[in-house]
């Protein structure tokens, strides 16, 4: 089945040491998201690619880092993890056709949850 | 940026109860999900619904996109609908996420 897949579901990793967390979808969609989800809130967007272009929002901070190598893989890269960067990592995709701005159905992957010791 | 109000943010309903679960946005948009997170962490898509009238089983929703709200209906609830609805809306590419709403049926 076409989905989308994060690997991997727990990461543990200490303070300040370097963590990257990994997308993959079989759904051939042009856009893909990552989300931080802490607890009791709603999922929060760090930044999305629209193809091969990277839109960061205003307040991600400087610390997260995105990749895309190709359509099916994204990365997220936390480049010195702090105790505040505990949470669910969530990824998601879409498709935008064509030049409307406007996107279709959002697929999420099931999350990667991140300890920071 | 947009804002995505959700409302109300708990309820507790005694099984086979019905319940109706808004979401107001303060900007036009694009696109409206309704999403339902599992106790697992995992976003379930209900609904794709920009504008409009949906059902699927025992949930329906509406769009009234000129008036910027949705709703979400849920009839004869069951003890697996709990967990927590959100509502997402694109102005364009980007889902913001609304604030959410704690469902809990009880048996």
């Known amino acids: 089945d076409a989905m989308v897949i994060q690997n991997p579901r727990y990461q543990v990793t200490q303070f300040g040491k370097p963590v990257t967390l990994s997308c993959s979808q079989t759904?051939?969609?042009?856009?893909m998201y990552w989300y931080q989800q802490k607890s009791s809130q709603a999922p929060k967007l760090l930044f999305h690619y629209y193809d091969k272009d990277f839109n960061n929002e205003a307040d991600t901070p400087d610390n997260f880092q995105s990749r895309r190598p190709n359509t099916s893989f994204c990365f997220l890269d936390i480049r010195s993890p702090g105790l505040g960067d505990a949470a669910m990592y969530l990824c998601?995709?879409?498709?935008?056709?064509?030049?409307?701005?406007?996107?279709?159905?959002?697929?999420f992957g099931p999350g990667t949850r991140l300890t920071v010791l | 940026g947009i804002q995505v109000e959700q409302s109300p943010p708990d309820l507790i309903l005694q099984e086979g109860a019905n319940s109706t679960l808004r979401c107001n946005f303060s900007?036009?948009?694009?696109?409206l999900q309704w999403f339902h997170q599992n106790p697992w962490g995992q976003l379930i898509n209900l609904f794709y619904?920009?504008?409009g009238t949906k059902q699927n089983g025992r949930l329906s929703a509406t769009t009234v996109a000129t008036e910027r709200y949705s709703l979400l209906y849920i009839s004869s609830s069951q003890t697996t609908d709990s967990g927590v609805y959100f509502c997402a809306v694109a102005p364009g590419n980007q889902f913001y996420f609304g604030t959410g709403t704690s469902l809990t049926v009880i048996p």
């Open positions: 619904i920009p504008s």
């Open positions: 759904l051939n969609h042009n856009v």
């Open positions: 998601a995709t879409s498709r935008t056709p064509g030049t409307s701005g406007s996107t279709d159905t959002q697929y």
């Open positions: 900007d036009s948009v694009n696109n």
